[in-house]
């Protein structure tokens, strides 16, 4: 695709000799920039430090992998981590429990919209740090309106609560319909039987589709490759949950898999200093979820009008 | 078998060296092609090492003009069926040979969308993921696996279509009608669906209420099929300028030209007919009854060196062939004389212009005293009543590679109704957005007349809106029958369709984000350098094709010719220029 060679001359050739050099010599000059041109612009790619290797290259998608190949995987994964982050961490493949669908609950009432909850997920889930992705935004609404278009997403005051304002922390509601799962083109994102919508991180091929469709803007991309220092590293980790990411996949908001599949509360709950966060099992009658939802006149999905059904329901004390 | 295998490589590989072959204009070119295409792979290999944070894309705006650009030129493929279906299924001659010119376009339009996709992932090393039985294709759930269906199978089909196509032209036989109408027809179709399932990617999704309308897919339909032909017309005519050959001896011949007609002249006879049936055989088809009828129009010339048969812009009435002697056919394109092609005895000239009563394409002028024959168009028709005669007719006619203006009209009634409709949906979905009211329309404020402080495409889409009504209006004037206001509309279409369905239409879904955030884009210089590059790749693809395309359909390229080496396709016959190569 270089420069093109000379045509072949149509004249009748003079001594061949003279002709041969000269085509040769401009054969050669030609073959030579052009080489030189291909390698310089190929040159960024020796910036690359994060070759993946055949292994990973091949790795196969989650649902097909069996027992062995995963735990092949998953002692992989370890030592990938150990050698970036110096720490050994513990990577599991948890999987759902029998009988659980998972909700959660959230009190405007009381959400004073200190974003601990923000900061908590991003240090349960090893996100980036620089970029750093956050899982949870929290929207700040005049009293009086649900309309999120008039919402404030950098408020900044001195001190939370204030007056006239409410609080109303959006993140991936675990839609029983999710818009996500149907359009992404390899099934790299898929609801699981207790209602969590998760992500193969190494399968995912960065198309952001799901990232568009998207009502709630709970979707977040490693436009590259994730930053997170080593004393910040969250060594309890999930296959499916906040293991590291790698640069141009897809995550989100996996109501902390890695702990909540081992009958832990997510990060964000925990943190709460409101007790605004309610999380648990729909499918038990005694769970406080279900109470809350027996008992509460009105709770809000978010956007219910595009049949996503969320799994995450917004409420007010009365 | 075998042999039939290594036939086909050599015509592939006569088609690939070809490529390298041309005059310094198509070397500066390529050349220049190459750098920019360079440039973009130096601009992706940086992408590719540091991530999609080198573009000006975010969490909030997800896809930019890498989307944009795949959108806009999906429809430029589907447009290329515009010029299929009047002739296959109107039976229209006028566009017949562009037909594979237009698909050569939508071969180079899919490889640039396959190539902005590919660039827009974020683990191109995974791809693989996509490909049925080894990968997970979710079909058919997700639109994207619909659209890597329909834009592979689309770029198969057009391949194939041309491919064969070119090989039976360059083999000189008869296109077998079951190996390739059947997959035109399948294409017709198919070109609709690559289009309509690009803009259901949009629509599908229920939470970008700016997409999320029925009237994108038909407004996707009316600009593909307004800037398609649209790009068609202008790459015709820059093919047109190409192929034609300039001669030294144009300039001898058009000086030639200005003598007087010839002078000697007079009635033809039959012996005048059996002189033309030695080299013109299928002549001697006509039937004896047929030829009595055609004498009265008929009538015999001689002219000298010089002498002018006919003349560029003339209103053609009568059609000659050779009997002894040739002539030189040249035409006048922007200011400067090109040869473009030379008819020997049997050979005929001025046939189109007489049959279609159109104004004369070119200037025939005798290049040594010669014979001819001429014949009003009635008695060209009543000769052509033989089928024998109506074929080589015919088919010379087409060999002779003809982008007439009348096709090129044919295209601008195309672009001139797609425009028309076009401009009408959009004023729809104006209306409908802003009178009503709805909370909805965030998305359209923030295009049209700005959000918040916030108007980065305001500009762009007013541009866009003002281009595509004064092509609107141009069009339906007769004054774009000209060929300069012609361009100028097309143009004006291209970059308007380009803004509106590119920035106006991708990048405003995204603002605000679903969640009422304000945030911008701006493409980075790195994201613009890859645009570049692929268009440049695209333009060097085109190129590349019609370099291979141009001789097989002159028939200057061909099984017959085989081992005889390619001549650069703008010089004329060997020894007429000094060769670059010399250089003392």
């Known amino acids: 695709m270089n420069q093109p060679p000379s045509p072949p001359s149509s004249t009748p050739a003079p001594p061949a000799n003279g002709i041969g050099r000269r085509s040769f010599l401009r054969t050669s000059v030609v073959l030579t920039t052009g080489l030189a041109a291909m390698a310089a612009s190929l040159k960024p790619l020796l910036e690359i430090n994060d070759f993946p290797t055949m292994q990973r290259f091949l790795q196969k998608y989650y649902k097909e992998m069996t027992p062995e190949d995963m735990a092949k995987v998953l002692k992989r994964i370890e030592n990938e981590v150990e050698a970036q982050y110096g720490m050994r961490p513990h990577v599991r493949d948890l999987k759902p429990m029998d009988g659980v669908e998972f909700v959660y609950c959230l009190n405007l009432t009381r959400c004073i919209g200190c974003r601990k909850c923000v900061h908590a997920c991003v240090a349960e889930n090893n996100q980036s740090r620089d970029p750093e992705i956050q899982y949870i935004r929290v929207l700040r609404l005049p009293d009086g309106s649900l309309d999120i278009d008039k919402a404030d997403h950098f408020y900044a005051p001195e001190s939370v609560p204030e007056k006239g304002y409410f609080y109303m922390p959006v993140q991936c509601q675990q839609c029983k319909n999710p818009p996500c799962v149907k359009v992404c083109p390899v099934h790299a994102t898929w609801q699981e039987a207790d209602g969590i919508t998760v992500i193969d991180y190494d399968w995912c091929i960065g198309c952001r589709y799901c990232e568009a469709a998207c009502p709630y803007w709970a979707r977040r991309f490693n436009f590259t490759k994730p930053s997170l220092p080593k004393e910040r590293l969250n060594p309890d980790m999930a296959y499916l949950g906040n293991r590291p990411r790698r640069q141009g996949v897809m995550e989100k908001c996996h109501f902390c898999i890695q702990r909540t599949r081992a009958g832990r509360y997510p990060a964000c709950l925990e943190v709460c200093p409101a007790g605004a966060r309610k999380f648990g099992n729909i499918l038990d009658p005694d769970s406080e979820v279900s109470y809350i939802l027996k008992s509460k006149r009105v709770f809000i999905q978010l956007k219910s009008e595009m049949g996503t059904s969320p799994r995450f329901f917004y409420y007010f004390d009365v | ?584």
Request: proline share 5%; aromatic share 10%.
């Open chain 2, 1 to 584: 078998m075998r042999r039939a295998l290594r036939n086909y490589f050599v015509f592939l590989w006569r088609c690939a060296r070809i490529a390298f072959v041309g005059d310094w204009r198509y070397q500066a070119w390529m050349g220049l092609l190459t750098v920019i295409c360079l440039l973009g792979l130096n601009a992706y290999c940086r992408q590719f090492a540091h991530g999609l944070i080198v573009t000006g894309m975010s969490d909030e705006v997800s896809w930019g003009v890498y989307i944009a650009n795949f959108t806009f030129l999906v429809g430029v493929a589907a447009a290329a069926v515009m010029m299929v279906i009047p002739v296959y299924i109107y039976k229209n001659e006028d566009l017949h040979d562009l037909v594979i010119f237009g698909e050569l376009l939508a071969v180079a339009a899919i490889l640039m969308c396959l190539a902005f996709v590919t660039v827009d992932l974020g683990r191109p090393d995974r791809f693989w993921h996509l490909i049925p039985g080894i990968g997970q294709f979710n079909f058919p759930k997700s639109m994207l696996s619909w659209d890597v269906l329909v834009l592979n199978g689309y770029l198969l089909l057009n391949v194939h279509i041309c491919g064969y196509l070119l090989y039976c032209r360059y083999r000189k036989t008869k296109p077998g009608k079951w190996f390739y109408i059947p997959f035109v027809f399948i294409a017709i179709v198919w070109a609709v669906s690559i289009h309509t399932v690009t803009a259901f990617l949009y629509v599908g999704l229920g939470g970008r209420p700016f997409w999320n309308s029925a009237i994108v897919g038909p407004r996707f339909l009316a600009s593909a099929f307004t800037a398609g032909p649209a790009l068609i017309i202008l790459a015709m005519q820059v093919v047109r300028r190409v192929t034609s050959y300039p001669s030294p001896g144009a300039e001898a011949s058009q000086a030639g030209g200005a003598a007087p007609q010839p002078s000697k002249r007079r009635a033809a006879t039959n012996e005048d007919f059996a002189l033309l049936s030695r080299d013109l055989l299928e002549m001697a088809t006509v039937p004896a009854e047929a030829q009595r009828r055609a004498l009265p129009m008929a009538e015999v010339l001689e002219v000298q060196t010089g002498d002018a048969l006919l003349r560029q812009g003339e209103t053609g009435e009568r059609a000659f062939f050779i009997l002894r002697g040739s002539v030189v056919v040249v035409r006048e394109e922007g200011g400067r004389m090109r040869v473009t092609r030379t008819a020997g005895a049997g050979e005929q000239v001025g046939e189109i212009s007489a049959l279609n009563a159109t104004p004369r394409m070119a200037t025939a002028v005798a290049e040594e005293p010669s014979v001819v024959l001429s014949l009003s168009a009635e008695a060209l028709r009543i000769l052509m009543e033989s089928p024998q005669v109506n074929k080589i007719v015919r088919s010379r006619m087409s060999e002779r590679l003809l982008i007439t203006d009348r096709a090129l009209m044919t295209l601008r009634s195309i672009v001139q109704v797609s425009m028309l409709i076009n401009v009408f949906l959009l004023v729809n979905e104006v209306f409908k957005e802003f009178y009503s009211g709805n909370l909805h329309d965030a998305s359209s404020k923030y295009l049209f007349v700005g959000l918040d402080h916030h108007h980065a495409l305001v500009p762009w889409i007013w541009t866009a809106i003002t281009f595509n009504v004064t092509a609107m209006v141009l069009l339906v004037l007769p004054v774009s029958r000209r060929l300069k206001w012609l361009n100028v509309t097309c143009v004006l279409c291209i970059v308007g369709i380009w803004i509106e369905k590119g920035m106006g239409l991708v990048i405003p879904g995204f603002i605000p984000t679903p969640l009422g955030e304000m945030m911008e884009y701006r493409p980075s210089l790195n994201e613009a350098l890859v645009c570049f590059g692929i268009w440049a790749f695209g333009l060097l693809c085109y190129t590349v094709f019609l370099r291979m395309s141009v001789p097989i359909l002159q028939g200057r390229l061909s099984k017959e010719n085989e081992g005889v080496p390619e001549q650069s396709g703008r010089r004329p016959a060997a020894g007429l220029t000094a060769p670059s190569t010399d250089a003392t």
